[in-house]
């Protein structure tokens, strides 16, 4: 069993800085891509950064320049520090890995964080 906790959002103005974190526990062999997507009121769940276990990332155009996806990996953890937020960034953020359980693997999400930018 696998569980992803994710801690971090809250309310902001704009301009403002938040820190996401999303840390996986449980019989976990090694954790491939790890993801954030959001999901605004009445909007479909987008994309937001993700990170390849090299440590490649890659990031929405909205957000580029703003905000940086990293990870620990002996902390199993990955983060998302946002910058020069805007009120268009106001989402629920959720974390999504996929993990590599004894040969196979799987995709697992957080539970969301809620990250408000007030004008």
């Known amino acids: 069993q696998v569980q992803l906790v994710e801690s971090g959002g809250g309310l902001v103005q704009a301009g403002g800085s938040l820190s996401l974190s999303c840390a996986a526990s449980?019989?976990?062999?090694?954790?491939?891509?790890m993801r954030w997507y959001r999901q605004a009121p009445g909007k479909q769940r987008e994309l937001v950064a993700g990170?390849?276990?090299?440590?490649?990332?890659n990031y929405a155009d909205s957000v580029k320049g703003r905000f940086t996806i990293s990870r620990d990996n002996a902390k199993k953890t990955v983060y998302l520090q946002m910058n020069s937020l805007k009120p268009e960034d106001t989402a629920v953020y959720y974390c999504n890995v996929y993990v590599w359980i004894s040969g196979s693997q799987y995709e697992y999400w957080g539970q969301g964080t809620q990250v408000t930018v007030s004008s």
């Open positions: 990170i390849s276990n090299l440590g490649n990332t």
């Open positions: 449980g019989s976990i062999s090694s954790i491939n891509v």
